[in-house]
């Protein structure tokens, strides 16, 4: 093994007869590449993001610092995973009037039985998932289930948050003159929250059946899906836009085969299928649920240097 050497900048990456190459400083031939760099790499802006008035300040999430440095007025948040509905949340604590475009995730109480939800995601086997029980590709873009560890930690979804005050909207559809437009489906994003929660139980049912776990679970109370189909964007000092991330290696890297039409790499256990030495770690269900997640990756890394270890006669 050669000397590890930190710090260093790669500004391309190729195909050579020998193999692969980098560049960085001059050419350096290599026989594996893993990209380890995330999976929060392009942020996604919603269709019809472009159409807000140009004197109206919009935001991805990546650019909200606090509330403090936002204009003042009325705040529409779009998108309403984990970032979304915590955004929502703060907004509304330091005195904002909150609007907040809804899309479908998954929710769940942070705590069940005395214990925290993440202990429960991971002894169900929730988070072992493989990649070949998602319903569709399309899956793997699904946002995480709500949660937020604000104030030691405590339940946040669409339900708590219109009972704090926030106004809960339909998908984002655009904006039409000075008015922005929502869906009326408010209630089937709820409800698609709602089926998953009812999915998560069971497994926690399970689980605390196996264990010996005594459970006390309320059912979701009542929610009425009436939302507004527009809103007068007059008084509204900001947008911030927290729908998500996109995989990017398109945009740096020369095989665009090796990609599928979302943008994640084809690969069997990190190992591209394209590529032959490049290899991948922190991708959204690379091998299972977790794998993008702190708890998901070192897991993956092992399966990933056994398989180049195998490769290369280790």
């Not at 991805?60 to 509330?67: K, Q």
């Not at 907004?91 to 899309?103: N, S």
């Not at 998932?129 to 669409?158: E, F, V």
């Not at 459970?215 to 899906?225: A, S, V």
Request: charged letters at 20%; proline letters at 7%.
């Amino acid at each position: 093994m050669g000397p590890v050497r930190e710090g260093v900048e790669v500004t391309a990456i190729r195909d050579t007869p020998d193999g692969l190459e980098l560049e960085s400083s001059g050419a350096l031939g290599v026989r594996e590449v893993v990209l380890a760099n995330g999976a929060y790499q392009r942020v996604h802006r919603p269709p019809g993001a472009e159409g807000f008035p140009a004197e109206l300040a919009v935001l991805d999430l990546t650019g909200y610092p606090n509330e403090a440095a936002l204009p003042p007025g009325r705040v529409l948040v779009i998108g309403s995973g984990r970032s979304g509905c915590q955004l929502a949340e703060e907004l509304h604590e330091e005195g904002r009037e909150v609007f907040l475009a809804c899309r479908r995730a998954p929710w769940m109480p942070r705590r069940v039985a005395g214990r925290d939800i993440v202990w429960w995601v991971i002894e169900t086997g929730f988070m072992d998932a493989p990649a070949s029980s998602l319903p569709d590709p399309l899956a793997r873009l699904d946002a995480n289930i709500l949660a937020t560890g604000h104030g030691g930690g405590h339940d946040l979804h669409l339900r708590t948050l219109r009972a704090m005050g926030v106004t809960l909207l339909g998908h984002f559809d655009g904006v039409q003159g000075p008015e922005a437009r929502f869906s009326q489906d408010l209630g089937e994003i709820v409800a698609w929250g709602d089926q998953r929660h009812a999915m998560l139980m069971g497994l926690i049912r399970t689980t605390a059946a196996e264990r010996g776990i005594a459970l006390d679970i309320e059912p979701p109370t009542p929610f009425d899906p009436a939302s507004p189909a527009t809103l007068d964007l007059a008084g509204f000092g900001a947008v911030v836009l927290t729908g998500g991330f996109r995989p990017d290696y398109r945009s740096w890297l020369p095989w665009t085969d090796a990609f599928d039409d979302l943008g994640f790499p084809i690969q069997q256990d990190g190992a591209s299928t394209v590529v032959p030495g490049l290899s991948f770690v922190g991708v959204h269900f690379l091998r299972k649920r977790k794998s993008s997640l702190l708890m998901g990756v070192g897991e993956d890394a092992a399966v990933v240097a056994a398989g180049i270890s195998a490769r290369r006669g280790g």
